[in-house]
């Protein structure tokens, strides 16, 4: 005779957190159901290491009593421990196990268990349940629950029936061998959900492939297809029947599961287009275990090709993370850094604490150290693969290099030990690009400095008036054309003792005594000139004659402190947040004049007959100084017109 027994007041509103808040999506119940079936199954195989029976889990689907039946013959439950282990929610049948485990192993050696010495009793148990709660989560997609099931050894086999927070019933029941059977009548669909879908059973497969695929015990179910009978003599149209057939649909042993000898490349790369929806090869691959206080196996992946959406807010970085072969999180993001957003793969840890259910991980000490474990790992491949095998880092760089770069800016030159050797840059040397190592072993032994030209894009830099001088003198160039790359030499400050220096900004003391001599004496000549110019140019600091031209009549150059690129960045911080540039971040403007150009000629020629022409030609140069820096000129059609003016003069 059964008796209904009521929850405890806490229990009623924790199942109700459990159906209605915690889990979200419905479909967790599945994992979590053959998670606890699994863990019954290792603790029978624990206690009966010698057992000839075949170790199973089934899932049964019956449409029209809208039932869902999963079933094991694992170590099943006495009607206490049903009592004890469904009765009170967040009840860990697990963990009394495993305390259980823990003592047997230290009476090992005892005299008086001598027959059981060679009783596998190690602590270190498969078993991940909280079952209590996990298997609360049925009545997420159920009306009704019953709970059938026989302890090992036992003659005795008890339901445990439920409705959900009402309470419960145990009475009596009948099943042949050991184990628990747990059959879920589904609820009624409604405009929200179809709890329907739970019936179909390519939808229950394609649930334990996403979620249970690595269980190591067979989970089976039946498949009905249709199979073509022979036609008969009276009648030339075939006829079909249906046919059942029982499938294991879970693989079992995961590929990180295996010695890392019995693993080819390919198989590695096969893995990674599958189970991350590739259709090229990674460019490498890192499969690592660690064993400790918190030990985990990890598979990661550097891709080949950078995802479309990868700079914007659709992409969404993170591992998959595995507690025992049963997926917790598709894209753990506490997993890695987020300079390392791009990596792939997958964590498998034995020791993660889990918090109520497997989906809300408890973020802890655990989880701290497998990131930082990671990101050492990750770092050591980059720097192997950039030494070992230069041109698929170069690919690496050009598809992920601005995650690395962020590392450093994002953290404010914090990271800048452990990433800097892995930046990379185009250079003078015919656009190579060259690690800042590469780089101080390419300049001169005279050169204290690591000279740097920032723009749009690698082309231009090539371009510009201060890279020809350096050429001219046999330095070489970094060319920067990201963003934040000049604030990132700023955080760095110098690579090798070796400062890093804005050629476009301040002086770059290139020029021997003579011939710094020589251009004092040019400035101090043509003062009067200089000068005029510079009252023509009010936006000007200061007009002068500059030895960092070679081929080219004018540039602007930036005075110590702030540099265009700086300024250029700020504007933008300033643009996005909706606020006008501060006047104290706009860097100051030298307007740099060529001695050896003839338009110097023709300004000092005019600067006694035409100081109007003078006026005329240092607008121009100083727009087309303007233009060659990045900057936009304040009135394009006066300039177009002064331009037209000064070709129409050529002519006569």
Wanted: aromatic share 10%; proline share 4%; charged share 30%.
């Amino acid at each position: 005779m059964s008796e209904r027994k009521e929850f405890k007041a806490e229990s009623r509103r924790l199942l109700d957190l459990m159906i209605n808040s915690i889990y979200t999506h419905k479909e967790i119940f599945l994992r979590e159901l053959i998670s606890n079936a699994s863990d019954a199954l290792d603790k029978y195989s624990l206690k009966n290491h010698k057992m000839p029976e075949k170790l199973t889990i089934r899932i049964d689907l019956k449409e029209e009593n809208r039932t869902l039946t999963i079933s094991d013959n694992g170590i099943g439950m006495t009607r206490e421990e049903l009592e004890e282990n469904l009765g009170t929610i967040a009840k860990s049948g697990s963990l009394a196990f495993k305390e259980e485990l823990k003592k047997a192993k230290e009476e090992k050696e005892n005299a008086e268990a001598a027959e059981n010495a060679d009783a596998p009793v190690s602590n270190d148990v498969d078993i991940i349940g909280q079952f209590g709660v996990g298997f609360y989560s049925a009545f997420m997609v159920s009306k009704h629950v019953d709970v059938i099931s026989k302890a090992a050894g036992s003659e005795d086999a008890w339901c445990w029936s439920s409705d959900g927070a009402d309470g419960y019933t145990i009475e009596p029941a009948v099943r042949t061998d050991h184990g628990t059977t747990i059959t879920m009548t589904l609820k009624d669909d409604d405009d929200v959900e179809s709890y329907s879908r739970y019936l179909d059973s390519y939808t229950i497969s394609n649930l334990i492939k996403k979620y249970s695929d690595y269980i190591r015990y067979p989970i089976e179910m039946d498949f009905t297809t249709q199979k073509m009978v022979e036609a008969t003599k009276d009648s030339d149209n075939p006829e079909f029947e249906d046919v059942t057939e029982t499938r294991v649909v879970n693989s079992m042993v995961p590929l990180w599961k295996k010695p890392k000898s019995e693993i080819t490349d390919e198989e590695f790369d096969q893995f990674y287009m599958e189970q991350f929806g590739s259709y090229t090869k990674p460019l490498e691959h890192l499969f690592f275990s660690l064993e400790g206080n918190t030990s985990f196996t990890a598979l990661l992946y550097v891709p080949s090709k950078r995802p479309e959406n990868f700079f914007t807010n659709a992409y969404k970085p993170g591992l998959q993370l595995y507690s025992r072969g049963v997926m917790i999180e598709n894209r753990c993001e506490s997993l890695l850094p987020d300079y390392l957003r791009f990596v792939q793969g997958l964590v498998d840890s034995q020791d993660l604490s889990l918090n109520i259910s497997r989906e809300m991980l408890q973020h802890d000490h655990q989880l701290r150290f497998i990131k930082k474990q990671i990101e050492k790992k990750v770092l050591s491949a980059l720097k192997s693969m950039q030494e070992k095998h230069p041109e698929d880092y170069l690919t690496f760089w050009k598809n992920f290099g601005l995650s690395i770069k962020a590392g450093i800016y994002d953290s404010q030159g914090a990271n800048k030990d452990k990433l800097q050797d892995l930046l990379m840059y185009p250079t003078s040397d015919e656009g190579k690009f060259k690690s800042l190592k590469q780089f101080v072993e390419s300049m001169p032994e005279e050169d204290k400095d690591i000279f740097y030209l920032s723009g749009k894009n690698t082309a231009t830099l090539e371009k510009l008036p201060a890279a020809a001088k350096l050429k001219s003198k046999g330095y070489p160039v970094l060319f920067l054309s990201d963003e934040i790359d000049e604030f990132i030499m700023q955080l760095i400050g110098e690579y090798d003792g070796h400062a890093f220096r804005n050629a476009a900004q301040g002086d770059l003391d290139l020029d021997s005594e003579e011939e710094k001599e020589e251009l004092k004496s040019q400035n101090e000549a043509n003062k009067e000139l200089l000068d005029y110019m510079n009252e023509a140019l009010p936006e000007v600091s200061e007009v002068r004659l500059s030895n960092r031209l070679v081929d080219d009549p004018v540039m602007l150059v930036a005075g110590d402190g702030l540099s265009f690129e700086m300024e250029h960045l700020f504007g933008m911080f300033a643009e996005q947040a909706g606020e006008a540039p501060m006047d104290g971040l706009k860097a100051s403007r030298n307007l740099e004049i060529n001695p050896n150009n003839p338009i110097w000629t023709v300004l000092r020629a005019d600067f006694a007959t035409d100081k109007d022409a003078v006026k005329d030609i240092a607008e121009v140069l100083y727009d087309q100084a303007c233009l060659i820096q990045g900057f936009a000129i304040k009135d394009p059609v006066e300039y177009s017109r002064k331009i037209s003016a000064l070709l129409a003069r050529s002519v006569k």
